[in-house]
T-cell receptor, first 113, second 115 residues
Framework: DQQVKQNSPSLSVQEGRISILNCDYT??????FLWYKKYPAEGPTFLIS?????DKNEDGRFTVFLNKSAKHLSLHIVPSQPGDSAVYFCAARYSNSGYALNFGKGTSLLVTP | EPEVTQTPSHQVTQMGQEVILRCVPI?????FYWYRQILGQKVEFLVSFYNNEISEKSEIFDDQFSVERPDGSNFTLKIRSTKLEDSAMYFC?????????????FGSGTRLTVV
């Protein structure tokens, strides 16, 4: 039961350009969304989150956009840097669901010099 | 920066054997979690633990699984009789409080291979 979907398994972007990672969800009860970054041989690292009462949250080079009507969120990285090369996971939860996060399968981002 | 530490980094075990995966959460954290990722699949929630008891568990976390906080620092996941399909990367995570609106801190994971 894939409630959080990341349909692009991989993405390649040139250094300095914008990286856009997409995520779709099916459960309309989700009200918090998070992005995690994962390097090989490391655990996922929290990057940025957004509440469903907002449509945008920005933190430095990272911005997350939420379109509730389309059940879609995206992570923008600008400018992209080679150190951003990693797997990015989208995750979601809803307030009354307990503690579990629902993850997507991840998108592998490669930023080339 | 404080870390969640997991040992071992890689564990190979025979089918049917018991295995214990160990985690040392961040010292002032109160909520603890186990997730797993089967190769090529999504990261899946297994269980959350607070105040010395399970707060929530998923369908995956059946009677073969148990968690324990035997002392003030370790948090363990035991699989009683491993199956081939238990092969996965197991991630421990912790948070200082109920981080429902924020991310929590993950360890680097233990790769479990059941042969």
């Amino acid at each position: 039961d894939q409630q959080v979907k990341q349909n692009s398994p991989s993405l390649s972007v040139q250094e300095g350009r914008i990286s856009i990672l997409n995520c779709d969800y099916t459960n309309s009860m989700f009200d918090y969304f998070l992005w995690y970054k994962k390097y090989p041989a490391e655990g996922p690292t929290f990057l940025i989150s957004i509440s469903s009462i907002k449509d945008k949250n920005e933190d430095g080079r990272f911005t997350v956009f939420l379109n509730k009507s389309a059940k879609h969120l995206s992570l923008h990285i600008v400018p992209s840097q080679p150190g951003d090369s990693a797997v990015y996971f989208c995750a979601a939860r809803y307030s009354n669901s307990g503690y579990a996060l629902n993850f997507g399968k991840g998108t592998s981002l490669l930023v080339t010099p | 920066e404080p870390e969640v530490t997991q040992t071992p980094s890689h564990q190979v075990t025979q089918m049917g054997q018991e295995v214990i995966l160990r985690c040392v959460p961040i010292s002032n954290h109160l909520y603890f979690y186990w997730y797993r990722q089967i190769l090529g699949q999504k990261v899946e929630f297994l269980v959350s633990f607070y105040n010395n008891e399970i707060s929530e568990k998923s369908e995956i976390f059946d009677d073969q699984f148990s968690v324990e906080r035997p002392d003030g620092s370790n948090f363990t996941l035991k699989i009683r009789s491993t199956k081939l399909e238990d092969s996965a990367m197991y991630f421990c995570a912790s948070s200082v409080r109920d981080r429902r609106t924020y991310g929590y801190t993950f360890g680097s994971g233990t790769r479990l291979t059941v042969v």
